[in-house]
């Protein structure tokens, strides 16, 4: 866990200090994030719950306007900024480019400047889909980058322009991220699993389910060292967090049906393919695990469960299993 109220005390006069009205880390924390309907957004709104969290969507905080995020800074005087909004829609991203990178590297880019002039500290999210999957090995944060697809490139020039716009920055890398509010795959093999005898999942394309309730814990757990560190300390830069344990769309699909059945689901048959069995306008990366080691060493966060996740979300999505409610 990360320090707790006043936690990277050894800061002293940093320049954190000198933010106006600055509440007491750990205690109440003024926050904006850009998103509200979104699955990381609405998890951080149930996480941050008693912090005074404001949360905008367009057109009251509209990434592709400047002018937009200028107000909604002025008007919330955050002392944390998360970026929970994104252009995440992998295929529709190849014949949208223009949108894509408006919103994921230059609107990205916008709001952690507007942070860094207001002093507070920002937190962005990016994707594995950053890499092309074929190190044969987990990912770490100095591996350089190289997208197969619209999605990921953009994705991966916001990181970039983030770091380089604000240096109190964290980009936290994550994949494949479900919940029970948005659109996601646990809710795409839901609606799928009632309406068919068979679904036909790819089971070689490896990485690893990131629920949005743990990511936004991690980004609770990390907000007050955030809140005090002064810019070049370790607690910014590039982070890697995924769930635990790695596995593939076909072997997490195997275990949304199965913990699916047990709360009296009736599910189908199961079968693995292959990607090129499943033609889709963007290119996947085949094997874009990523070690989540940096982010343990040095905010003590450790990757979460996610089939422990996936039980919660699927509690409110189907209901509670049949051993327990019985
Ligand atoms: N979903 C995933 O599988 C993964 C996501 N990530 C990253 O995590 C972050 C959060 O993703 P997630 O919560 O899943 O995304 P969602 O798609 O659930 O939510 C993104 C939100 O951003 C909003 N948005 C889109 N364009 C703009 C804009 N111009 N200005 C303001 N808001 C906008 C969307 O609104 P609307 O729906 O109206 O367009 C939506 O509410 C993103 O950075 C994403 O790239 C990383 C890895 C995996
Ligand atoms: C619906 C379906 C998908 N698939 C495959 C297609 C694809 O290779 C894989 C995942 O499906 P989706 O297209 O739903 O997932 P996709 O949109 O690729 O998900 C990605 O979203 C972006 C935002 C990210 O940042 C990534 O981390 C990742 O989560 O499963 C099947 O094999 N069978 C199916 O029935
Ligand atoms: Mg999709």
């Not at 197969?148 to 980009?171: D, I, N």
Request: glycine share 8%.
């Amino acid at each position: 866990m990360g320090p707790g109220p006043g936690g990277g005390g050894a800061v002293g006069q940093g320049p954190a200090r000198a933010a106006p009205r600055r509440s007491q880390p750990g205690l109440l924390m003024r926050v904006l994030i850009a998103g509200r309907q979104g699955q990381v957004a609405q998890a951080l709104l149930r996480r941050l719950d008693g912090h005074a969290v404001t949360a905008l969507e367009p057109p009251e905080l509209d990434l592709t306007d400047p002018a937009s995020i200028a107000a909604a800074m002025e008007a919330a005087r955050p002392e944390l900024v998360v970026n929970a909004a994104a252009y995440t829609a992998v295929d529709r991203a190849e014949d949208q480019e223009a949108l894509a990178f408006a919103v994921n590297r230059d609107g990205a880019a916008h709001l952690a400047a507007a942070a860094a002039a207001m002093g507070a500290p920002f937190v962005h999210f990016s994707t594995d889909y950053v890499f092309d999957g074929r190190k044969g090995a987990p990912y770490v944060e100095t591996d350089a980058p190289s997208p197969l697809g619209v999605y990921g490139r953009s994705k991966a020039e916001g990181e970039a322009a983030v770091l380089a716009a604000h240096p109190r920055s964290v980009v936290l890398r994550t994949a494949w991220v479900c919940s029970a509010d948005g659109a996601n795959f646990v809710k795409t093999m839901l609606r799928l699993a009632a309406e068919r005898e068979e679904l036909r999942v790819v089971a070689d394309q490896h990485g690893a389910p990131s629920f949005a309730a743990d990511l936004a814990d991690a980004v609770a757990v990390m907000a007050p060292r955030l809140l005090a560190a002064p810019a070049g300390d370790a607690a910014f830069g590039l982070f890697h967090l995924t769930g635990s344990p790695h596995t593939t769309w076909h072997g997490f699909t195997a275990e949304i049906l199965a913990q699916a059945a047990r709360r009296g689901m009736r599910v189908p048959r199961l079968a693995a393919i292959a990607t090129t069995d499943y033609p889709t306008r963007a290119m996947r990366p085949a094997d874009a695990r990523l070690d989540c080691g940096r982010i343990a060493d040095i905010h003590g966060i450790s990757p979460a469960d996610w089939r422990l996740s996936l039980a919660q979300c699927l509690d409110r999505l189907v209901g509670p299993a049949k051993e327990l409610a019985e």
